[in-house]
């Protein structure tokens, strides 16, 4: 139900280019973070059945990670106050997981 209120009022009140540019510049973090997930757990657990191989390991997955980077990067330098504002909003979700969490426990 929040995330349809919320969604709707993202609808409302931005352009499409701004509701496009914020959901790409939100979802690239997160792709480069399960990216360094197959490194993390190459290295932590290599004992671990591998169902896929990655193709290029470990070139491609860094080459990735760094060109995460740069888009994210580029649109710090290239519109700072929308990207922060994104950052910021994503970063709201650590505060909500956490009384979410401590309410699940109950």
């Given at each position: 139900m929040a995330h349809t209120a919320l969604a709707l009022v993202f609808v409302w009140s931005r352009?499409?280019?701004?509701?496009?540019?914020?959901?790409?510049?939100?979802?690239?973090?997160?792709?480069?973070?399960?990216?360094?997930?197959?490194?993390?757990?190459?290295?932590?657990?290599?004992?671990?059945?591998?169902?896929?191989?990655?193709?290029?390991?470990?070139?491609?997955?860094?080459?990735?990670?760094a060109g995460t980077l740069w888009v994210v990067g580029s649109a710090l330098v290239a519109r700072?106050?929308?990207?922060?504002?994104?950052?910021?909003?994503?970063?709201?979700?650590?505060?909500?997981?956490?009384?979410?969490?401590?309410?699940?426990?109950?």
């Amino acid at each position: 139900m929040a995330h349809t209120a919320l969604a709707l009022v993202f609808v409302w009140s931005r352009t499409f280019e701004q509701l496009t540019e914020a959901f790409i510049l939100g979802m690239w973090p997160f792709l480069a973070l399960a990216v360094a997930g197959v490194i993390v757990l190459r290295l932590t657990r290599p004992g671990l059945s591998r169902p896929y191989r990655t193709p290029g390991y470990p070139v491609v997955p860094i080459v990735f990670i760094a060109g995460t980077l740069w888009v994210v990067g580029s649109a710090l330098v290239a519109r700072p106050l929308t990207t922060l504002a994104g950052v910021a909003f994503t970063l709201l979700g650590i505060p909500v997981y956490q009384v979410w969490k401590k309410a699940v426990r109950r």
